[in-house]
């Protein structure tokens, strides 16, 4: 048996009980890595003998003491590379660690292996990465979503026990949905952002990617909290999210948002969701209709916040303080502009092209304040729909994984990925999606679990009741 297939849970317990060590659950993974992560692409780079040289110094005394844990490539460790799977920084190497990193050393837990993503995490399918491909593995000619598809990927080919991931505008959300694994994009201000090189500062939050709820509550817990060198984390205390996991939704109340049930939803992933939303209803659960109004201007809005943050945070890629640098500029005017014809790809180069627009005097007013004020409406959505109820069930996407390819010559169907993945961005909320089915061709469907600021646990308590009594997560691809 390989012990690749276990959760940290249960890996935990087996440490504990000295029936393995560290150095096992190492090496079993880099043997899965090895078999299996060439027909998926999840790992950009994978340090087998550096983490079984961590593995010997494990302390496993700790909360996440020997257990492995997958960075995805934006997320900074001392000493590594860190891409964000573009070629601008294809050999910078971080002078510091994350706090999240930061706080995963501390917790014990085993640095592995850095994840594969879209470009500066712009994109829904990985596709955008300028480094290489990702594939679903559940079908390895579809996209394991994005922009955490690596990390997403690799949790669901038992290549990692756990991994992070960030979220902007669904990055975490949607790619544990396409992948079949647990994903949370944590409330803004839960996690602290400091050392993940930024795309959008008002929207980035880190989250983890694990193969059940439970996974994701002990992950969390590791990597939440103030954080005195950001000042966007909040100080609220970091509660014990394995006490929330209660097994039961009786009482709690479940908004159910009409602006998410529409057309354009996959018939297969309406079905698997509304069975879900049945079930909670059958368990104590009291289920209402809610109005969240603004959830058509969302992705409008997005594109011009995200694209507008995204040019003035990566204004400092200028081929002098970072990364590339063009080697036959003729002036330092010159030099900018080649480094970053050089090192951005398209993807890149449209969001910096169109934030930069949205910005300029003369459009500012209509795009980018008008934006502003939308968004605090869909924050007021929220705020409204939450007096009446206590999560809010949805889909995590319209669709099951598309195929590699298919949406890559049209940006406006692949920023369509994420309509139902934005809003909680916007809003701040925090929202998980986990397994809820499959289709007919055997992809993995997500049920999003949408809560109001801070509170996490209740979304564990839904997640991990329906979990227990679904177990999807023990369905496994075939690879
Ligand atoms: N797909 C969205 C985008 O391309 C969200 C990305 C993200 O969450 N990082 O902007």
Redesign the pocket.
């Known amino acids: 048996m390989t012990l690749a297939t276990l959760s940290l849970t249960q890996l935990r317990q087996k440490l504990l009980a000295r029936e393995i060590s560290p150095a096992d659950i190492v090496r079993d993974l880099a043997a899965r890595r090895d078999a299996v992560d060439p027909a998926i692409g999840a790992y950009l780079r994978f340090d087998a003998d550096r983490a079984l040289a961590d593995a010997l110094h494990a302390d496993i005394s700790l909360p996440l003491g020997g257990i492995p844990v997958a960075l995805k490539d934006n997320i900074n460790t001392t000493g590594d590379l860190c891409t964000c799977a573009s070629r601008f920084l294809a050999n910078f190497r971080s002078p510091y660690d994350a706090t999240v990193t930061r706080k995963l050393r501390a917790a014990g837990a085993i640095l592995l292996g850095r994840c594969n993503m879209?470009e500066f995490?712009?994109?829904?399918s990985t596709e955008n990465s300028a480094l290489q491909p990702t594939r679903n593995p559940w079908d390895t000619q579809r996209v394991p979503g994005?922009?955490s598809g690596g990390s997403a990927a690799a949790v669901a080919a038992d290549t990692a026990i756990v991994s992070l991931g960030?979220?902007?505008?669904?990055?975490i959300r949607?790619p544990a949905a396409f992948c079949g694994v647990v994903g949370l994009k944590p409330t803004y201000g839960r996690v602290s952002r400091y050392g993940l090189v930024a795309?959008a500062s008002s929207l980035d939050q880190i989250g983890p990617f694990a193969g059940s709820v439970e996974d994701a509550a002990l992950l969390l817990h590791a990597i939440a909290g103030p954080d005195p060198m950001e000042n966007t984390s909040r100080p609220i205390p970091v509660p014990d999210y394995t006490a929330a996991l209660t097994g039961h939704v009786e009482g709690l109340r479940v908004g159910i948002p009409k602006e998410y049930f529409v057309e354009g939803l996959d018939p297969e992933v309406a079905s698997a969701v509304r069975a879900a939303i049945d079930w909670f209803a059958n368990h104590g659960a009291r289920v209402t209709e809610v109005s969240l109004p603004h959830t058509p201007a969302a992705t409008a809005v997005y594109y011009i916040i995200?694209t507008a943050e995204a040019s003035a945070n990566l204004a400092r890629f200028d081929g002098v303080r970072y990364g590339h640098r063009a080697p036959d500029a003729k002036d330092p005017l010159d030099l900018y502009r080649r480094s970053r014809a050089q090192g951005f790809g398209p993807e890149v180069k449209r969001r910096i092209i169109l934030g930069t627009y949205v910005l300029s005097s003369g459009y500012y007013d209509a795009y980018y304040n008008r934006a502003q004020k939308v968004r605090q409406l869909i924050r007021r959505d929220f705020t409204t729909a939450f007096e009446s109820c206590d999560i809010i069930l949805a889909p995590t996407t319209p669709t099951p994984a598309f195929r590699a390819g298919e949406k890559t010559a049209d940006p406006l169907q692949m920023?369509l990925?994420?309509i139902f993945t934005i809003a909680a961005n916007l809003a701040g909320v925090p929202a998980l999606s986990l397994p809820c089915g499959f289709s007919s061709c055997g992809l993995p469907i997500g049920l999003q679990i949408i809560g109001p600021h801070f509170a996490e646990e209740t979304l564990f308590r839904a997640a991990h009741a329906y979990e227990q009594a679904h177990p999807w997560k023990d369905r496994k691809p075939a690879l």
Do not use: I, K, R
Request: proline share 0%; glycine share 22%.
């Open positions: 879209d995490a712009m994109g829904s994005g922009s960030s979220d902007t505008g669904g990055s949607q795309f995200a920023y990925a994420d």
